[in-house]
């Protein structure tokens, strides 16, 4: 249970300050609860773990996990988003250096697991966020039917990646390939 009041408007800065604020995005000012499932955190761990074996030996940028917060949205400074895996190329951050607070350099690479409680229209909210705030590329990983919508300021259209196929990290991550089935627990069809 948390101990914040969702009901009330709160600042980016009061975000940073609630004991409690990893389980929180901010959106207009308001808080909304991020629901987080042992299956969603497994595939974040995975996608960590695969991106951080391919970084490895390379000085491409820097990965992070889903408590990396970001206020880059435009004029709207009371939204923070948490994607729940992100990626910032080199030479983007201010002299390399990484803020104590939220970063407001929006990612070149976000993804977001459909978590047991998330909403559709929440999901589509996030992601016009982030490609509007600039960001390259964008993955929804669905655990439910094991498949990876891919998003990318390039295209349109949004392409849906099914188990038995492969992703590319394009032009953010360079020769980054992983199957889709990778990304998913094993044993769960």
């Known amino acids: 249970m948390s101990t914040a009041d969702v009901g009330t408007r709160h600042t980016a800065d009061e975000l940073l300050e609630m004991p409690d604020s990893k389980s929180f995005e901010l959106v207009d000012g308001l808080l909304v609860e991020r629901n987080m499932g042992l299956e969603s955190s497994w595939i974040n761990a995975q996608m960590l773990i695969l991106l951080g074996v391919y970084l490895q030996g390379k000085d491409l940028g820097r990965v992070f996990d889903s408590e990396a917060s970001y206020q880059c949205f435009g004029d709207d400074r009371e939204t923070v988003r948490k994607p729940d895996v992100s990626f910032i190329r080199k030479g983007r951050l201010p002299n390399e250096t990484l803020t104590r607070g939220h970063s407001q350099i929006p990612p070149d690479f976000a993804i977001e697991v459909v978590s047991p409680n998330d909403r559709v229209y929440e999901l589509q909210s996030k992601v016009a966020d982030y490609l509007a705030a600039g960001v390259s590329l964008v993955w929804v990983v669905n655990p439910a039917d094991r498949s990876v919508t891919v998003y990318s300021r390039e295209s349109d259209q949004p392409?849906?990646?099914?188990?038995?196929?492969?992703?590319?990290?394009?032009?953010?991550?360079?020769?980054?390939?992983?199957?889709?089935?990778?990304?998913?627990?094993?044993g769960k069809k």
Do not use: A, K, M
């Open 159 to 186: 392409v849906v990646v099914r188990e038995g196929s492969e992703l590319t990290g394009g032009d953010v991550l360079p020769e980054f390939r992983c199957s889709v089935s990778s990304l998913f627990p094993p």
